[in-house]
């Protein structure tokens, strides 16, 4: 409103003092008028007098003037703007909506008295019903209206055509204001991306260490011909469970089911596995050697209570001689020394996954 009101002021000083009666530019100097030194000062009234007698300005207001006299799409509503336009329509109506489509509103306000609408009018109502079909509201408050895309002219910022002066996007679709997130918010947003980033390469590593164990403990099995449930002791026996990847450490405490023809979830067990039931984990990050297919289960704090399969082919017993000796043992990924009670200088032995008897 006060845009428009500067631009009515700024019109009316032109008309006044600069203009004729038969509204053409006077080629005398204009008197500075003082009944409006409140307003405007001496050099101000030079700069627009400069400004107003440019040959561009000219150019622009005469175009302006000629298109405003002779619009394609005639208003026929005179003084009566859109907005109480708008209120009459709603009021003769009793509809209960509070506002009209745009392209409603515009159609309306091109009627006759008479109550006749022309032609190229209800042509493009009628396309903007069509469009209004096949373009979503978002599309119409973010891009162009269906009633500037209709009338295939640019639309302009700020403004909603159809819905007269004054009318914003913002205060006709409510759309809340986007706020810019604060310095404390984008760091946050940063640490926690950090943090996510970091987290998948941990679990990125341990998931390529595991399935790379995986690939050469069988290969190795396949190589030294070692059948470790063949030469463990049957029965069931408490264990601790111990991983060599990325560190050697214990992780966790159970007991081993060594059952001749036992099956793990209805499945056989892997060739150098014995079948482990998770009683106490001690590290609570620590990852099974082969997950569970079943449950999908990784880690092994959720395989408390359940059964595991756990590689076997080196592994240490006390009052036993090592039983997995072979001359042929290779190592999968870090040397691991294991001495027994019967100690053997050659027992050499390394694995993903361990297990010990206790």
């Known amino acids: 409103m006060a845009g428009k009101r500067h631009r009515g002021w700024r019109t009316f000083l032109t008309n006044k003092y600069l203009k004729d009666k038969e509204i053409f530019f006077v080629e005398y100097d204009p008197e500075y008028p003082v009944k409006y030194a409140i307003f405007i000062t001496e050099e101000e009234w030079v700069t627009f007098v400069a400004q107003r007698r440019d040959e561009n300005f000219k150019k622009v207001s005469a175009t302006n003037r000629e298109r405003a006299s002779n619009p394609t799409y005639a208003y026929k509503k005179g003084r009566l703007g859109y907005a109480r336009l708008e209120e009459k329509i709603l009021d003769e109506t009793k509809s209960d909506a509070t506002s009209l489509p745009p392209h409603v509103l515009w159609k309306e306000a091109r009627v006759g008295k008479d109550g006749t609408v022309r032609d190229d009018v209800q042509h493009i109502y009628d396309e903007c019903e069509t469009l209004s079909q096949s373009i979503s509201t978002a599309e119409d408050q973010e891009n162009r209206s269906v009633l500037s895309r209709a009338l295939n002219v640019p639309e302009y910022p700020g403004r909603v055509r159809g819905k007269g002066h004054g009318c914003t996007p913002t205060s006709l679709y409510k759309n809340p204001r986007r706020r810019n997130p604060s310095n404390q918010e984008v760091m946050e947003t940063l640490q926690a991306l950090q943090a996510q980033v970091l987290q998948l390469q941990k679990d990125n590593e341990r998931y390529r260490?595991?399935?790379?164990?995986s690939s050469q403990l069988k290969e190795t099995s396949e190589k030294a011909s070692i059948n470790c449930q063949n030469k463990f002791p049957e029965g069931i026996s408490s264990c601790q469970l111990y991983l060599s990847?990325?560190?050697?450490?214990?992780?966790?405490?159970?007991?081993?089911?060594?059952?001749?023809?036992d099956l793990l979830h209805h499945r056989p067990l892997p060739d150098g596995h014995?079948?482990?039931s998770v009683d106490v984990v001690l590290d609570k990050d620590a990852l099974l050697p082969i997950p569970d297919i079943v449950s999908e289960t990784t880690l092994l704090r959720d395989a408390i209570g359940s059964f595991v399969a756990w590689p076997l082919c080196w592994f240490a017993l006390k009052n036993?001689?090592?039983?997995?000796?072979?001359?042929?043992?290779?190592?999968?990924?870090?040397?691991?020394?294991?001495?027994c009670l019967n100690y053997d200088s050659k027992c050499v032995h390394s694995c993903v996954g361990l297990l010990v008897l206790v």
């Open 274 to 276: 014995l079948k482990v």
């Open 320 to 339: 036993y001689k090592c039983l997995n000796y072979d001359s042929k043992c290779v190592q999968c990924l870090s040397i691991l020394v294991l001495v």
């Open 245 to 261: 990847s990325p560190t050697y450490r214990l992780v966790g405490k159970g007991k081993v089911h060594n059952t001749s023809g």
């Open 209 to 213: 260490c595991m399935e790379k164990c």
